[in-house]
């Protein structure tokens, strides 16, 4: 079969769930951003907004109101996540990248889901750990939800969809556990 370097990260790449405290460069941020920005969208609109967050008090006021938010649905799973207070929505990354798109956009939560894994991508080539984290967008529905997207910098109009978590790797992930079997038909 066809290998190439791009092929190679994509098998590679796993979700990281463990950060060394080290913040990432500037330099490697702004890889990963550029390669969210060059995410394909519907109509090439690009109605996305990244939100970069450093701040550790911020990320631990956002993992706070994420678990409440997320003690409140009815799904027992994410309930028991949500209750465990030594549990980190973020896994103690250092860096955080908030994808937020325009409400109206076509397509908008595809366009956000491919900026989301182009940065995850990005992020396994160049080095870095990363994981796709929805649970913050639990901290927007509640009362304090509009007060975040606001101190967060979310333009009016925009919903946040997603966040990349961002950091250098405590350990390297060694074995992708199997793929699923027949899941493809072909039709010739």
């Not at 460069?25 to 969208?41: H, M, N, R, W």
């Not at 993992?63 to 996540?81: F, M, R, T």
Request: net charge negative; with cysteine.
């Amino acid at each position: 079969m066809a290998t190439n370097e791009v092929l190679t990260t994509i098998k590679k790449r796993r979700s990281i769930r463990g950060f060394k405290e080290d913040q990432i460069t500037d330099e490697e941020l702004q890889t990963v951003l550029e390669a969210g920005i060059y995410a394909p969208s519907a109509g090439n609109q690009q109605l996305w907004h990244f939100t970069v967050i450093q701040d550790k008090q911020l990320l631990d006021q956002l993992n706070v109101s994420a678990k409440a938010g997320a003690a409140q649905i009815d799904n027992e799973h994410i309930q028991q996540i949500a209750k465990n207070e030594k549990f980190n929505i973020f896994y103690g990354a250092p860096t955080v990248v908030l994808v937020s798109g325009k409400e109206d956009g076509m397509v908008i939560e595809a366009d956000c889901a491919a900026a989301t894994q182009n940065m995850l991508l990005a992020a396994e080539s160049i080095g870095l750990g990363a994981c796709w984290v929805n649970l913050i967008l639990f901290a927007f529905s509640g009362e304090q939800g509009e007060q975040y997207k606001q101190k967060l910098g979310v333009p009016a109009g925009y919903k946040s969809f997603s966040s990349v978590v961002l950091g250098y790797k405590k350990i390297e992930p060694v074995n992708a556990p199997p793929r699923k079997e027949n899941v493809i038909n072909y039709i010739k």
